[in-house]
């Protein structure tokens, strides 16, 4: 039987925390191995739940699931030096790994995946123990870091067993299975010993085409995931102990037909989550019946796009959400029963066309809705109209220059970027108090 290895890096960066993360694309990958007859090895070095190779059947978590990850001070990389924060290694400890590798009989082929364009340390780090520990196997690198960043990725992995993989065609090459539409495979679930929180999709891609996103360019065209597919996933989650469910959609409410469909299982099975939404819906599709739907059916966080205030750079972008798209939006959820302090705001911070004091206009804007606010931190995604224009303007080589975190300072400066931080957590007591 042929063997593959999956690894989830560890995370770098100046802050990272677990907002319902996981490698989704990771675990439809390894579907795809399984159905093919393959035996996979599976280690996600941000599962903060298994007991295995972490003190995290400990972990401490919020009421839905998210918690801070193990984390050590490691050296800044120098392209990101300016910024007056310590930068950090996230997740479990690199002896674990070695510790779980001896249980894994050589692999045929190892799959690294890079979520983040500037997460790219961590696949040095699981790239260089791999090479050594399993100098036979090839050693494939995935994820958006080689997709926007193919040149990067090209002259920092020159090695002969270390293959770039954009599209999929070098995994088809090596491995002989057919990677197509993958998106629709059920998530390898089972892959993890317990969960306390899974993610799902029930679409792929976004119909708006924001001039900022990088949705079209890494998932293509907008479509809708199989309900069956959707439904086995979340049976797979709850069986391994998942409470809280994450919709990592782009468009999640365009889909609703999909949503009532997977809701009427889950009662019919008698599964429950809370659910949220953190990669935020669109304003104007909560209606009231919307609200009244999503309370009634288990959603607990609400997290809305608020953007920018400014018409102009709105109509820029992409033009989307309005002022009174907002209002009216808070208002259908809090009539449904939604607690203020469970909605929160998006709001756009860095764009390459805001001004500071716009940032600091918006904030105020979505305050006055009386729900929590979340700076929305720009980060120049390759291959956009405005990250390569924001690449250019303040002359980005480093993929790892494009850290939100280190962007936003490099636009507007550490004091300001710190002194709006400060703001919107002070907004955000005063409302939770
Ligand atoms: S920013 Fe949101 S709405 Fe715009 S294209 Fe991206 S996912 Fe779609």
């Not at 065209?221 to 069956?228: E, G, Q, S, Y």
Request: net charge neutral; charged share 25%.
């Amino acid at each position: 039987m042929k063997r593959a290895l999956l690894v989830n890096p560890p995370v770098y960066d100046f802050a990272a925390y677990d907002f319902w993360m996981k490698p989704y694309g990771l675990l439809k990958l390894a579907r795809r191995f399984l159905s093919s007859g393959w035996k996979v090895y599976f280690f996600d070095f941000t599962d903060r739940f298994n007991p295995r190779f972490t003190d995290t059947g400990t972990a401490r978590s919020d009421r839905w699931g998210r918690g801070h990850y193990e984390k050590k001070i490691v050296t800044k990389p120098a392209p990101v030096g300016y910024v007056p924060r310590f930068f950090k290694r996230y997740g479990i400890d690199e002896r674990m790994f070695l510790k779980y590798l001896q249980h894994v009989d050589t692999p045929d082929v190892i799959l690294i995946s890079v979520t983040m364009t500037y997460w790219y340390p961590g696949a040095d780090e699981v790239t260089g123990c791999l090479k050594y520990h399993f100098p036979g196997s090839d050693i494939i690198i995935g994820g958006s870091y080689v997709k926007l960043f193919g040149e990067h990725a090209h002259s920092r992995y020159n090695d002969e067993r270390v293959y770039l993989d954009e599209n999929f065609e070098v995994l088809e090459a090596i491995t002989g299975i057919d990677f197509t539409d993958v998106d629709l495979e059920v998530a390898a679930w089972e892959l993890y010993d317990t969960l306390r929180y899974g993610v799902v999709r029930t679409t792929v891609g976004c119909p708006f085409s924001c001039t900022y996103c990088a949705s079209a360019k890494l998932h293509g065209a907008f479509r809708k995931i199989p309900v069956d597919v959707v439904a086995e996933e979340l049976r797979l989650i709850y069986s391994k102990g998942g409470r809280d469910l994450a919709f990592y959609d782009d468009a999640l409410m365009f889909n609703m037909e999909g949503l009532k469909e997977i809701m009427e299982i889950l009662k019919k099975h008698r599964i429950g989550f809370n659910f949220h939404t953190p990669n935020a819906i669109h304003a104007s599709t909560v209606t009231d019946d919307v609200a009244v739907f999503l309370r009634k059916n288990g959603f607990r966080t609400i997290f809305v796009g608020f953007e920018f205030g400014r018409e102009e750079v709105l109509q820029k972008t992409g033009g989307k959400v309005r002022l009174q798209d907002t209002t009216r939006c808070v208002e259908n959820l809090l009539r449904a029963g939604f607690n203020p302090n469970d909605i929160v705001f998006y709001v756009m911070f860095g764009h390459p066309d805001q001004e500071f004091c716009e940032a600091e206009e918006d904030v105020n804007a979505a305050s006055k809705s009386g729900v929590r606010i979340m700076l929305s931190e720009f980060s120049p995604v390759k291959g956009t109209p405005d990250g390569d224009r924001a690449i250019e303007e303040y002359r980005i080589e480093d993929p790892i220059e494009t850290n939100k975190t280190a962007f936003s300072i490099k636009k507007f400066g550490f004091e300001k970027v710190n002194a709006l931080k400060n703001k919107v957590k002070e907004l955000n007591k005063r409302l939770a108090a």
